[in-house]
């Protein structure tokens, strides 16, 4: 079992930036491919980004797509994500997930096994 936990989250105007961290423990990150969700209120959990074990395959959702970048560092237990031009629409809270298929990288929520508790990320216009 892993636990994780984001950070990194905040307030910032729109066109700024935010670097999302998630830091794993309990269990080596690399037994995992990682995703980042995000939700508002009244709505279902949306898909943000996604990465396999390795890091040598990510998928974006549209909306954030040449926008936001996702990494990782195994060694460090760490994943991020790296949010660039942000928008008013872009405001909710992000979650970060863990998969045990780790050759994937899923856009479905139902397919994580882990969550974090998330970090709040407010863009103001």
């Known amino acids: 079992q892993v636990q994780l936990v984001e950070s990194g989250g905040g307030l910032v105007q729109a066109g700024g930036s935010l670097r999302l961290s998630c830091v794993a423990s309990g269990r080596t990150l690399n037994a995992y491919a990682m995703g980042w969700f995000r939700q508002t209120p009244g709505k279902e959990r949306e898909f943000v980004a996604a990465?396999?074990?390795?890091?040598?395959?990510?998928v974006f959702a549209d909306s954030v797509k040449g926008r936001f970048t996702i990494s990782r560092d195994n060694a460090k237990n760490t994943v991020y994500l790296q949010m660039n031009s942000l928008k008013p629409e872009d405001t909710a809270v992000y979650y970060c997930?863990?998969?045990?298929?780790?050759?994937?990288?899923?856009?479905?929520?139902?397919?994580?096994?882990?969550w974090g508790q998330g970090t709040q990320v407010t863009v103001s216009s």
């Open positions: 990465i396999n074990w390795r890091g040598g395959s990510t």
């Open positions: 997930a863990a998969d045990s298929r780790r050759y994937y990288n899923s856009r479905l929520p139902s397919e994580y096994d882990y």
